[in-house]
Protein backbone atom coordinates (compact mmCIF):
# COMPACT_ATOMS: atom_id res chain seq x y z
CA UNK A 1 0.00 0.00 0.00
CA UNK A 2 0.59 3.64 0.09
CA UNK A 3 1.88 4.59 3.46
CA UNK A 4 2.27 8.28 2.76
CA UNK A 5 0.41 10.03 5.14
CA UNK A 6 -1.39 7.09 6.57
CA UNK A 7 -2.65 7.36 10.12
CA UNK A 8 -2.00 3.89 12.25
CA UNK A 9 -6.04 3.21 11.82
CA UNK A 10 -5.54 3.11 8.07
CA UNK A 11 -2.59 1.06 8.73
CA UNK A 12 -3.64 -1.50 10.52
CA UNK A 13 -7.01 -1.81 8.57
CA UNK A 14 -4.67 -2.56 5.27
CA UNK A 15 -2.98 -5.33 7.53
CA UNK A 16 -6.39 -6.10 8.55
CA UNK A 17 -6.89 -6.26 4.43
CA UNK A 18 -3.94 -8.44 3.93
CA UNK A 19 -0.97 -6.44 4.04
CA UNK A 20 1.90 -7.80 5.72
CA UNK A 21 4.41 -5.94 8.13
CA UNK A 22 7.09 -6.71 6.44
CA UNK A 23 5.49 -5.04 2.93
CA UNK A 24 4.64 -1.77 5.15
CA UNK A 25 7.94 -1.97 6.42
CA UNK A 26 9.64 -1.97 3.01
CA UNK A 27 7.57 0.96 2.05
CA UNK A 28 7.89 2.80 5.08
CA UNK A 29 12.18 2.55 4.37
CA UNK A 30 11.91 3.52 0.53
CA UNK A 31 9.69 6.78 1.46
CA UNK A 32 12.36 7.70 3.90
CA UNK A 33 15.40 7.07 1.66
CA UNK A 34 13.15 8.91 -0.96
CA UNK A 35 12.24 12.19 1.17
CA UNK A 36 14.16 12.47 3.92
CA UNK A 37 17.88 13.69 2.65
CA UNK A 38 15.95 16.35 2.13
CA UNK A 39 14.43 16.60 5.37
CA UNK A 40 17.01 15.02 7.59
CA UNK A 41 13.99 13.70 10.36
CA UNK A 42 16.18 10.09 11.07
CA UNK A 43 19.72 10.47 12.96
CA UNK A 44 19.66 6.56 12.10
CA UNK A 45 17.21 4.42 10.15
CA UNK A 46 17.39 0.90 11.55
CA UNK A 47 16.28 -0.88 8.62
CA UNK A 48 17.59 -4.26 8.66
CA UNK A 49 16.52 -4.88 12.32
CA UNK A 50 12.58 -2.99 11.19
CA UNK A 51 12.81 -5.89 8.27
CA UNK A 52 13.66 -8.89 10.54
CA UNK A 53 11.28 -7.72 13.23
CA UNK A 54 8.39 -7.00 10.35
CA UNK A 55 8.62 -10.93 9.31
CA UNK A 56 8.81 -11.93 12.60
CA UNK A 57 5.43 -10.09 13.22
CA UNK A 58 4.20 -11.81 9.95
CA UNK A 59 5.52 -15.49 10.66
CA UNK A 60 4.23 -14.83 14.75
CA UNK A 61 0.29 -14.21 13.49
CA UNK A 62 1.08 -11.09 16.31
CA UNK A 63 -2.31 -9.71 16.98
CA UNK A 64 -1.08 -6.92 19.17
CA UNK A 65 -2.89 -3.69 18.97
CA UNK A 66 0.09 -2.08 16.66
CA UNK A 67 0.80 -5.46 15.50
CA UNK A 68 3.27 -4.03 11.85
CA UNK A 69 2.95 -0.62 12.29
CA UNK A 70 6.09 1.09 11.25
CA UNK A 71 6.91 3.85 14.07
CA UNK A 72 9.54 6.23 14.96
CA UNK A 73 11.45 7.13 18.16
CA UNK A 74 13.20 9.82 19.47
CA UNK A 75 17.04 9.62 19.20
CA UNK A 76 17.79 9.82 23.40
CA UNK A 77 15.19 6.56 23.77
CA UNK A 78 17.58 3.66 24.77
CA UNK A 79 16.69 0.81 22.22
CA UNK A 80 18.77 -2.54 21.50
CA UNK A 81 18.80 -1.90 18.17
CA UNK A 82 21.68 0.72 16.40
CA UNK A 83 22.79 3.83 18.24
CA UNK A 84 21.40 5.87 21.24
CA UNK A 85 23.30 9.40 20.66
CA UNK A 86 21.09 11.53 21.52
CA UNK A 87 21.96 13.47 18.65
CA UNK A 88 25.75 14.39 20.47
CA UNK A 89 29.15 13.46 19.25
CA UNK A 90 29.28 12.41 22.97
CA UNK A 91 27.26 9.52 22.50
CA UNK A 92 27.41 9.20 18.63
CA UNK A 93 29.16 5.29 18.82
CA UNK A 94 26.74 4.07 22.00
CA UNK A 95 24.66 1.00 21.81
CA UNK A 96 22.26 0.47 24.19
CA UNK A 97 22.50 -2.86 25.99
CA UNK A 98 18.82 -2.70 27.25
CA UNK A 99 15.24 -0.91 25.65
CA UNK A 100 13.62 1.82 27.28
CA UNK A 101 10.15 1.15 28.55
CA UNK A 102 8.27 3.45 26.66
CA UNK A 103 9.49 1.39 23.32
CA UNK A 104 9.28 -1.70 24.59
CA UNK A 105 5.40 -1.49 25.43
CA UNK A 106 5.10 -0.06 21.92
CA UNK A 107 7.54 -3.50 20.73
CA UNK A 108 5.27 -5.73 22.65
CA UNK A 109 2.17 -4.45 20.95
CA UNK A 110 3.50 -5.07 17.78
CA UNK A 111 5.20 -1.79 16.46
CA UNK A 112 8.10 -1.94 14.29
CA UNK A 113 10.77 0.84 15.09
CA UNK A 114 12.51 1.97 11.81
CA UNK A 115 14.72 4.52 13.22
CA UNK A 116 16.04 7.02 15.54
CA UNK A 117 15.63 10.33 15.02
CA UNK A 118 16.81 13.50 15.05
CA UNK A 119 16.99 15.68 17.77
CA UNK A 120 18.34 18.67 19.71
CA UNK A 121 21.26 17.31 21.69
CA UNK A 122 20.18 15.69 24.71
CA UNK A 123 16.96 17.31 24.14
CA UNK A 124 18.20 21.18 24.65
CA UNK A 125 16.79 23.31 22.22
CA UNK A 126 13.48 24.69 20.23
CA UNK A 127 14.85 24.02 16.69
CA UNK A 128 16.57 21.70 16.09
CA UNK A 129 19.56 23.30 14.90
CA UNK A 130 21.52 22.01 18.02
CA UNK A 131 22.22 18.73 16.43
CA UNK A 132 25.76 17.62 16.36
CA UNK A 133 24.98 15.68 13.03
CA UNK A 134 23.41 18.53 10.79
CA UNK A 135 19.71 20.26 11.18
CA UNK A 136 16.06 18.87 10.50
CA UNK A 137 13.71 20.60 8.01
CA UNK A 138 9.87 21.97 8.34
CA UNK A 139 8.41 19.59 5.78
CA UNK A 140 5.93 22.86 5.00
CA UNK A 141 9.16 24.77 4.26
CA UNK A 142 12.50 23.57 4.19
CA UNK A 143 14.51 26.46 4.42
CA UNK A 144 12.27 26.55 7.89
CA UNK A 145 12.99 25.20 11.63
CA UNK A 146 10.60 21.85 12.30
CA UNK A 147 10.74 23.08 15.82
CA UNK A 148 12.90 20.96 18.92
CA UNK A 149 14.25 19.49 20.82
CA UNK A 150 11.84 16.53 19.20
CA UNK A 151 11.80 18.26 15.87
CA UNK A 152 12.81 14.94 14.07
CA UNK A 153 9.83 13.03 15.07
CA UNK A 154 7.61 15.64 14.47
CA UNK A 155 8.97 16.11 10.98
CA UNK A 156 8.70 12.49 10.16
CA UNK A 157 4.89 12.30 10.91
CA UNK A 158 4.73 15.79 9.42
CA UNK A 159 6.55 14.33 6.33
CA UNK A 160 4.32 11.27 6.54
CA UNK A 161 6.83 8.95 6.86
CA UNK A 162 6.06 7.26 9.59
CA UNK A 163 2.15 7.30 10.84
CA UNK A 164 3.65 7.72 14.96
CA UNK A 165 6.69 8.93 16.25
CA UNK A 166 7.93 9.43 20.07
CA UNK A 167 9.00 12.38 21.46
CA UNK A 168 10.33 13.70 25.01
CA UNK A 169 9.03 17.02 26.68
CA UNK A 170 10.61 18.75 29.18
CA UNK A 171 9.25 22.59 28.20
CA UNK A 172 7.69 22.11 25.48
CA UNK A 173 9.62 19.46 23.22
CA UNK A 174 6.45 17.39 21.83
CA UNK A 175 4.28 20.11 21.70
CA UNK A 176 6.08 22.93 19.77
CA UNK A 177 7.90 21.19 17.03
CA UNK A 178 3.90 19.63 16.84
CA UNK A 179 2.54 23.12 16.42
CA UNK A 180 5.24 23.76 14.03
CA UNK A 181 4.53 20.81 11.43
CA UNK A 182 0.87 20.53 11.47
CA UNK A 183 0.75 17.24 13.53
CA UNK A 184 -0.92 15.84 17.11
CA UNK A 185 1.48 16.12 20.09
CA UNK A 186 0.54 14.57 23.56
CA UNK A 187 2.59 15.31 26.50
CA UNK A 188 1.29 13.04 29.52
CA UNK A 189 1.19 14.23 32.79
CA UNK A 190 4.20 13.36 34.71
CA UNK A 191 4.44 9.85 35.89
CA UNK A 192 1.97 8.65 33.18
CA UNK A 193 4.79 7.22 31.23
CA UNK A 194 8.27 5.49 32.57
CA UNK A 195 11.18 7.52 32.12
CA UNK A 196 12.98 4.01 32.31
CA UNK A 197 15.49 4.28 29.50
CA UNK A 198 14.97 8.33 28.32
CA UNK A 199 18.33 9.86 28.95
CA UNK A 200 17.48 12.10 31.01
CA UNK A 201 17.58 15.97 30.53
CA UNK A 202 15.72 17.58 33.31
CA UNK A 203 13.83 14.62 35.50
CA UNK A 204 11.57 16.53 37.39
CA UNK A 205 10.08 17.40 34.43
CA UNK A 206 10.89 14.82 31.10
CA UNK A 207 7.93 13.07 30.21
CA UNK A 208 7.77 10.96 26.69
CA UNK A 209 4.61 11.02 24.29
CA UNK A 210 3.31 10.43 20.73
CA UNK A 211 3.14 12.25 18.02
CA UNK A 212 0.51 11.17 15.29
CA UNK A 213 -1.64 12.33 12.66
CA UNK A 214 -4.84 12.52 14.85
CA UNK A 215 -6.42 12.03 17.86
CA UNK A 216 -7.83 8.71 17.85
CA UNK A 217 -3.85 7.85 17.13
CA UNK A 218 -2.46 9.64 20.45
CA UNK A 219 -5.15 7.62 22.59
CA UNK A 220 -4.07 4.37 21.03
CA UNK A 221 -0.15 4.96 21.84
CA UNK A 222 -0.96 5.86 25.19
CA UNK A 223 -3.26 3.52 25.78
CA UNK A 224 -0.26 1.08 25.22
CA UNK A 225 2.62 3.11 27.16
CA UNK A 226 1.10 4.72 29.81
CA UNK A 227 1.08 2.56 33.41
CA UNK A 228 3.12 1.90 36.49
CA UNK A 229 6.70 0.69 35.70
CA UNK A 230 8.47 -0.50 38.36
CA UNK A 231 11.74 0.20 37.00
CA UNK A 232 10.94 4.22 37.46
CA UNK A 233 9.71 4.94 40.91
CA UNK A 234 8.08 8.41 40.38
CA UNK A 235 6.18 6.23 37.54
CA UNK A 236 2.33 6.62 38.54
CA UNK A 237 0.54 3.46 40.35
CA UNK A 238 -2.86 4.80 39.36
CA UNK A 239 -5.15 2.90 36.62
CA UNK A 240 -5.46 3.84 33.13
CA UNK A 241 -8.87 4.74 31.95
CA UNK A 242 -10.06 1.83 30.15
CA UNK A 243 -12.06 3.87 27.41
CA UNK A 244 -8.81 5.93 26.84
CA UNK A 245 -8.85 4.86 23.30
CA UNK A 246 -12.79 6.09 22.55
CA UNK A 247 -11.83 9.61 21.80
CA UNK A 248 -15.47 10.06 20.40
CA UNK A 249 -16.97 9.59 23.14
CA UNK A 250 -18.78 12.47 24.95
CA UNK A 251 -16.55 14.19 27.07
CA UNK A 252 -19.94 15.50 29.26
CA UNK A 253 -21.05 19.33 30.44
CA UNK A 254 -17.57 20.79 28.77
CA UNK A 255 -15.97 24.13 30.60
CA UNK A 256 -13.14 25.03 28.98
CA UNK A 257 -10.57 28.28 30.39
CA UNK A 258 -9.08 30.96 28.23
CA UNK A 259 -6.08 32.49 30.67
CA UNK A 260 -5.77 35.86 29.67
CA UNK A 261 -2.40 35.90 29.84
CA UNK A 262 -1.54 34.27 26.85
CA UNK A 263 -2.59 36.25 24.43
CA UNK A 264 0.49 39.01 25.16
CA UNK A 265 -0.03 41.93 23.54
CA UNK A 266 1.41 41.67 20.29
CA UNK A 267 3.44 38.46 21.10
CA UNK A 268 1.53 36.20 18.47
CA UNK A 269 1.09 36.08 14.91
CA UNK A 270 -2.26 37.11 14.10
CA UNK A 271 -3.06 33.47 12.42
CA UNK A 272 -2.17 31.80 16.17
CA UNK A 273 -4.79 33.90 17.71
CA UNK A 274 -7.03 33.43 14.94
CA UNK A 275 -6.45 29.31 15.13
CA UNK A 276 -7.35 29.75 18.87
CA UNK A 277 -10.70 31.60 18.25
CA UNK A 278 -11.68 28.94 15.78
CA UNK A 279 -10.95 26.12 18.50
CA UNK A 280 -13.08 28.18 20.85
CA UNK A 281 -15.98 28.68 18.49
CA UNK A 282 -15.51 24.41 17.81
CA UNK A 283 -16.48 24.07 21.54
CA UNK A 284 -19.09 26.88 21.76
CA UNK A 285 -20.63 25.21 19.22
CA UNK A 286 -20.50 21.85 20.81
CA UNK A 287 -21.86 23.60 24.30
CA UNK A 288 -19.23 24.05 25.95
CA UNK A 289 -18.59 26.70 28.40
CA UNK A 290 -16.07 28.86 27.50
CA UNK A 291 -14.71 31.23 30.41
CA UNK A 292 -11.44 33.54 31.08
CA UNK A 293 -9.14 32.22 33.76
CA UNK A 294 -6.07 33.46 35.33
CA UNK A 295 -2.86 32.61 35.53
CA UNK A 296 -1.12 35.55 37.38
CA UNK A 297 2.28 33.84 37.53
CA UNK A 298 2.66 33.05 33.88
CA UNK A 299 5.14 35.54 32.99
CA UNK A 300 7.62 33.83 35.35
CA UNK A 301 7.48 30.57 33.71
CA UNK A 302 10.80 31.35 31.45
CA UNK A 303 12.53 32.07 34.03
CA UNK A 304 11.53 29.68 36.20
CA UNK A 305 11.81 26.76 33.40
CA UNK A 306 15.46 27.91 32.46
CA UNK A 307 16.95 27.75 36.19
CA UNK A 308 14.94 24.29 37.53
CA UNK A 309 15.77 22.68 33.73
CA UNK A 310 19.41 23.48 33.95
CA UNK A 311 20.02 23.07 37.69
CA UNK A 312 18.90 19.38 36.70
CA UNK A 313 20.75 19.02 33.64
CA UNK A 314 24.07 19.81 35.11
CA UNK A 315 23.70 17.47 37.42
CA UNK A 316 22.10 14.69 35.13
CA UNK A 317 24.38 15.10 32.59
CA UNK A 318 27.51 14.74 35.12
CA UNK A 319 27.72 10.84 33.76
CA UNK A 320 29.69 11.51 31.04
CA UNK A 321 33.09 11.71 31.86
CA UNK A 322 35.16 10.04 29.27
CA UNK A 323 35.19 7.02 31.25
CA UNK A 324 32.23 4.69 31.41
CA UNK A 325 30.76 5.23 28.02
CA UNK A 326 30.46 8.28 25.61
CA UNK A 327 33.22 10.36 24.26
CA UNK A 328 37.01 10.19 25.32
CA UNK A 329 39.90 12.39 25.08
CA UNK A 330 42.83 11.27 23.63
CA UNK A 331 45.84 11.61 24.94
CA UNK A 332 45.02 12.84 28.29
CA UNK A 333 46.99 11.72 31.14
CA UNK A 334 45.32 13.69 34.30
CA UNK A 335 42.08 12.28 35.36
CA UNK A 336 40.41 15.86 35.54
CA UNK A 337 41.72 17.10 32.61
CA UNK A 338 39.81 13.53 30.68
CA UNK A 339 36.90 14.91 32.95
CA UNK A 340 36.82 18.46 31.20
CA UNK A 341 38.01 17.56 27.60
CA UNK A 342 35.77 14.76 27.05
CA UNK A 343 32.81 16.96 27.83
CA UNK A 344 33.90 20.03 26.16
CA UNK A 345 34.55 17.68 23.02
CA UNK A 346 31.39 16.10 23.32
CA UNK A 347 29.07 18.42 24.16
CA UNK A 348 27.81 20.77 21.67
CA UNK A 349 27.45 24.68 22.89
CA UNK A 350 23.72 24.97 24.26
CA UNK A 351 24.60 21.80 26.16
CA UNK A 352 27.82 23.15 27.49
CA UNK A 353 25.85 26.42 28.41
CA UNK A 354 22.91 24.77 30.30
CA UNK A 355 25.56 23.15 32.00
CA UNK A 356 27.05 25.74 33.23
CA UNK A 357 24.03 27.83 33.85
CA UNK A 358 22.71 24.98 35.71
CA UNK A 359 25.92 24.79 38.01
CA UNK A 360 26.30 28.66 38.40
CA UNK A 361 22.21 28.70 40.25
CA UNK A 362 23.03 25.70 42.16
CA UNK A 363 26.04 27.08 43.61
CA UNK A 364 27.44 28.39 47.18
CA UNK A 365 25.98 31.65 46.85
CA UNK A 366 23.18 31.71 44.19
CA UNK A 367 21.20 28.45 45.55
CA UNK A 368 18.90 30.68 47.74
CA UNK A 369 18.56 33.24 45.19
CA UNK A 370 17.73 31.22 42.34
CA UNK A 371 17.92 27.64 42.47
CA UNK A 372 15.37 27.34 46.04
CA UNK A 373 13.40 31.01 44.50
CA UNK A 374 12.70 28.83 40.77
CA UNK A 375 11.33 25.88 43.27
CA UNK A 376 8.91 28.34 44.85
CA UNK A 377 7.63 30.29 41.87
CA UNK A 378 7.18 26.90 40.41
CA UNK A 379 4.60 26.16 43.38
CA UNK A 380 2.67 29.39 42.64
CA UNK A 381 2.66 28.28 38.84
CA UNK A 382 1.02 25.51 40.07
CA UNK A 383 -1.54 26.78 42.22
CA UNK A 384 -2.58 29.42 39.25
CA UNK A 385 -3.46 26.17 37.89
CA UNK A 386 -5.54 24.47 40.62
CA UNK A 387 -7.13 27.42 40.75
CA UNK A 388 -7.97 27.32 37.39
CA UNK A 389 -9.38 24.03 37.33
CA UNK A 390 -11.75 24.56 40.12
CA UNK A 391 -13.61 26.48 37.39
CA UNK A 392 -12.95 24.39 34.37
CA UNK A 393 -12.04 21.11 32.71
CA UNK A 394 -9.37 22.13 30.23
CA UNK A 395 -7.35 25.18 29.15
CA UNK A 396 -7.11 26.30 25.16
CA UNK A 397 -4.39 28.30 24.34
CA UNK A 398 -1.79 28.80 22.03
CA UNK A 399 1.10 26.03 21.67
CA UNK A 400 3.77 28.46 20.35
CA UNK A 401 3.65 32.29 19.65
CA UNK A 402 3.85 31.84 15.44
CA UNK A 403 4.62 29.22 12.85
CA UNK A 404 8.32 28.11 11.98
CA UNK A 405 11.06 30.64 12.06
CA UNK A 406 13.94 30.53 9.25
CA UNK A 407 16.77 28.30 10.08
CA UNK A 408 19.45 30.58 11.81
CA UNK A 409 17.09 33.45 12.81
CA UNK A 410 17.21 32.78 16.66
CA UNK A 411 20.59 31.02 16.63
CA UNK A 412 22.80 33.45 17.90
CA UNK A 413 20.37 34.56 21.07
CA UNK A 414 19.82 31.36 23.41
CA UNK A 415 17.48 33.75 25.46
CA UNK A 416 15.25 34.71 22.17
CA UNK A 417 15.18 30.91 21.68
CA UNK A 418 14.31 30.53 25.17
CA UNK A 419 10.91 32.52 24.51
CA UNK A 420 9.88 30.23 22.04
CA UNK A 421 8.44 28.13 25.08
CA UNK A 422 6.86 31.00 26.71
CA UNK A 423 3.08 28.86 25.78
CA UNK A 424 4.65 25.33 26.88
CA UNK A 425 7.08 25.55 30.21
CA UNK A 426 3.74 25.90 32.59
CA UNK A 427 2.16 23.22 31.92
CA UNK A 428 5.80 21.03 32.28
CA UNK A 429 6.56 22.80 35.39
CA UNK A 430 2.90 22.15 36.89
CA UNK A 431 3.46 18.21 35.34
CA UNK A 432 0.19 18.68 33.61
CA UNK A 433 -0.84 16.78 30.49
CA UNK A 434 -0.81 19.01 27.68
CA UNK A 435 -1.96 18.33 23.95
CA UNK A 436 -1.12 20.27 20.91
CA UNK A 437 -3.48 19.79 17.63
CA UNK A 438 -3.34 21.75 14.67
CA UNK A 439 -4.98 24.55 14.60
CA UNK A 440 -4.58 26.10 11.27
CA UNK A 441 -2.43 27.90 8.78
CA UNK A 442 -0.30 30.87 8.49
CA UNK A 443 0.60 32.64 4.79
CA UNK A 444 3.83 33.49 5.27
CA UNK A 445 5.84 34.10 1.80
CA UNK A 446 2.96 32.51 -0.13
CA UNK A 447 3.54 29.10 1.81
CA UNK A 448 1.07 27.80 4.14
CA UNK A 449 2.94 27.17 7.42
CA UNK A 450 0.84 25.11 10.43
CA UNK A 451 0.00 26.55 14.08
CA UNK A 452 -1.38 24.54 16.27
CA UNK A 453 -3.53 25.16 19.68
CA UNK A 454 -2.94 24.21 22.76
CA UNK A 455 -5.26 21.83 25.30
CA UNK A 456 -4.17 21.66 28.87
CA UNK A 457 -5.99 19.22 31.26
CA UNK A 458 -6.27 18.26 34.77
CA UNK A 459 -3.37 15.77 36.32
CA UNK A 460 -3.89 12.24 35.15
CA UNK A 461 -7.14 13.29 33.11
CA UNK A 462 -6.12 12.50 29.79
CA UNK A 463 -8.99 10.34 28.90
CA UNK A 464 -10.78 13.97 28.61
CA UNK A 465 -8.33 15.76 27.12
CA UNK A 466 -8.01 14.00 24.68
CA UNK A 467 -12.30 13.82 24.07
CA UNK A 468 -11.82 17.26 23.89
CA UNK A 469 -9.05 17.67 21.82
CA UNK A 470 -11.43 15.85 19.24
CA UNK A 471 -14.07 18.38 19.86
CA UNK A 472 -11.62 20.80 17.70
CA UNK A 473 -10.27 18.10 15.81
CA UNK A 474 -13.47 17.23 14.53
CA UNK A 475 -14.40 20.94 13.87
CA UNK A 476 -11.81 21.47 11.36
CA UNK A 477 -9.88 18.56 8.97
CA UNK A 478 -6.17 20.19 9.47
CA UNK A 479 -4.55 17.17 9.61
CA UNK A 480 -5.70 15.93 6.04
CA UNK A 481 -3.76 18.93 4.77
CA UNK A 482 -0.33 17.91 3.49
CA UNK A 483 2.91 19.43 2.85
CA UNK A 484 3.77 20.19 -1.15
CA UNK A 485 6.98 17.75 -0.92
CA UNK A 486 7.68 18.27 -4.48
CA UNK A 487 9.41 20.97 -3.70
CA UNK A 488 11.94 19.39 -1.42
CA UNK A 489 14.21 18.06 -4.44
CA UNK A 490 16.09 21.48 -4.68
CA UNK A 491 15.65 22.07 -0.98
CA UNK A 492 18.59 20.32 0.31
CA UNK B 1 13.02 39.19 53.42
CA UNK B 2 16.24 37.23 52.91
CA UNK B 3 14.63 34.97 49.59
CA UNK B 4 14.50 38.36 47.72
CA UNK B 5 17.71 39.40 48.15
CA UNK B 6 19.41 40.72 44.47
CA UNK B 7 21.22 37.90 42.97
CA UNK B 8 24.37 39.99 43.22
CA UNK B 9 26.75 40.90 40.39
CA UNK B 10 25.91 39.30 37.27
CA UNK B 11 28.53 36.83 36.16
CA UNK B 12 32.04 37.74 35.01
CA UNK B 13 34.62 35.82 33.03
CA UNK B 14 36.55 34.84 35.91
CA UNK B 15 33.17 33.54 37.42
CA UNK B 16 32.46 31.64 34.47
CA UNK B 17 35.98 29.96 34.19
CA UNK B 18 35.13 29.17 38.03
CA UNK B 19 31.78 28.02 36.87
CA UNK B 20 32.86 25.45 34.35
CA UNK B 21 35.63 24.02 36.69
CA UNK B 22 33.09 23.16 38.85
CA UNK B 23 31.07 21.56 35.84
CA UNK B 24 34.21 19.91 34.35
CA UNK B 25 34.16 21.61 31.17
CA UNK B 26 37.23 23.24 29.32
CA UNK B 27 36.48 26.04 27.15
CA UNK B 28 38.79 28.23 25.44
CA UNK B 29 39.18 31.90 26.24
CA UNK B 30 36.96 32.55 23.24
CA UNK B 31 34.76 30.83 24.71
CA UNK B 32 34.49 31.90 27.66
CA UNK B 33 34.09 35.43 26.63
CA UNK B 34 30.77 34.14 24.35
CA UNK B 35 29.67 32.67 27.45
CA UNK B 36 29.89 35.35 29.77
CA UNK B 37 27.95 37.43 27.63
CA UNK B 38 25.59 34.82 26.80
CA UNK B 39 25.23 33.78 30.42
CA UNK B 40 25.02 37.52 31.24
CA UNK B 41 21.95 38.13 29.89
CA UNK B 42 20.14 35.26 30.61
CA UNK B 43 21.03 35.94 34.45
CA UNK B 44 19.71 39.34 33.60
CA UNK B 45 16.43 38.11 32.22
CA UNK B 46 15.77 35.25 35.07
CA UNK B 47 16.23 38.14 37.54
CA UNK B 48 12.72 38.86 37.61
CA UNK B 49 11.60 35.97 39.77
CA UNK B 50 13.51 38.23 42.55
CA UNK B 51 10.15 40.71 42.06
CA UNK B 52 7.91 37.71 43.18
CA UNK B 53 6.53 37.20 46.42
CA UNK B 54 7.41 33.87 48.07
CA UNK B 55 7.05 33.99 51.56
CA UNK B 56 5.55 31.15 52.79
CA UNK B 57 5.65 29.15 49.43
CA UNK B 58 7.37 25.71 50.09
CA UNK B 59 9.52 24.67 47.04
CA UNK B 60 8.09 22.29 44.74
CA UNK B 61 10.94 20.10 43.14
CA UNK B 62 9.01 17.76 41.93
CA UNK B 63 6.42 18.21 39.85
CA UNK B 64 3.42 15.77 41.02
CA UNK B 65 3.36 14.68 45.03
CA UNK B 66 5.35 11.66 45.53
CA UNK B 67 6.38 9.58 48.55
CA UNK B 68 9.96 7.26 48.62
CA UNK B 69 9.34 4.32 47.48
CA UNK B 70 10.98 0.99 48.75
CA UNK B 71 11.93 -2.19 47.38
CA UNK B 72 13.15 -5.68 48.97
CA UNK B 73 16.93 -5.74 48.64
CA UNK B 74 16.92 -8.83 46.54
CA UNK B 75 19.45 -9.87 44.06
CA UNK B 76 18.64 -9.91 40.85
CA UNK B 77 19.91 -10.28 37.22
CA UNK B 78 22.20 -7.23 36.28
CA UNK B 79 24.22 -6.30 33.14
CA UNK B 80 27.48 -9.23 32.69
CA UNK B 81 30.61 -7.13 32.94
CA UNK B 82 31.22 -7.79 29.43
CA UNK B 83 27.62 -5.72 28.31
CA UNK B 84 28.54 -3.04 31.07
CA UNK B 85 31.45 -2.44 29.71
CA UNK B 86 30.92 -2.84 26.06
CA UNK B 87 30.40 0.82 25.38
CA UNK B 88 33.72 1.56 27.90
CA UNK B 89 35.86 4.00 25.36
CA UNK B 90 39.08 1.95 27.16
CA UNK B 91 39.14 -0.80 29.14
CA UNK B 92 41.98 -3.19 31.32
CA UNK B 93 40.50 -6.40 31.64
CA UNK B 94 37.14 -6.50 33.36
CA UNK B 95 37.71 -2.86 34.52
CA UNK B 96 37.46 0.72 33.17
CA UNK B 97 40.57 2.26 32.55
CA UNK B 98 41.48 5.84 34.01
CA UNK B 99 44.42 8.02 33.95
CA UNK B 100 46.36 7.41 37.27
CA UNK B 101 45.20 9.07 40.02
CA UNK B 102 47.30 9.29 43.05
CA UNK B 103 51.17 9.62 42.52
CA UNK B 104 52.63 10.61 39.51
CA UNK B 105 49.28 11.32 37.50
CA UNK B 106 48.63 13.82 39.72
CA UNK B 107 45.02 13.96 38.97
CA UNK B 108 42.49 15.53 41.43
Same mark, same amino acid.
Request: net charge negative.
Given at each position: ????????????????????????? +??????????????????????????????????????????????????????????????????????????????????????????????????????????????????????????????????????????????????????????????????? %?????????????????????????????????????????????????????????????????????????????????????????????????? *???????????????????????????????????????????????????????? +??????????? +????? %?????????????????????????????????????????? %?????????? %????????????????????????????????????????????????????????????????????????????????? *? | ????????????????????????????????????????????????????????????????????????????????????????????????????????????
Amino acid at each position: MDVAFATIAQLKQALADGATAESLA +RATLERIAAIDPALGAFREVIGDAAIARAKSIDGDGASGPLAGVPIAIKDCMCHVEGTTACSSKMLEHYRSPFTATAVERLEAAGAVVVGKTAMDEFAMGSSCENCAFGVTRNPWDASRVPGGSSGGSACAVGAGMVAAALGSDTGGSIRQPASLCGVVGLKP %TYGRISRWGLVAFASSLDQIGPFTRTVEDAALLSSVMFGKDPLDATSADLPVDGDLTDVDRDPGPMRIGLPKQYRLEGANDPAVDEAVERAQKAFEAA *GAEVVEVDLPHTEYGIATYYVVATAEASSNLARFDGVHYGHRSPGVDDLVELYSKS +RSEGFGEEVQR +RIMLG %TYVLSAGYYDAYYNRALKVRRLIRGDFDAAFDAVDAILCPTA %TGPAFEIGAK %TDDPLAMYLNDVYTVPASLAGLPAVSLPGGFAQVDGKPLPVGVQLIGKAFDEARLLRLARVVERSADHASARPDLGALAGA *G | MSDSAQPGPRITEDQVRHVAKLARLHPTDAQVGHFAHQLDAILDYVAKLSGVDVEGVEPMPHAIDTVNVWREDEPAPGLSPETALGNAPQRDGEFFATPKVLGDGGGA
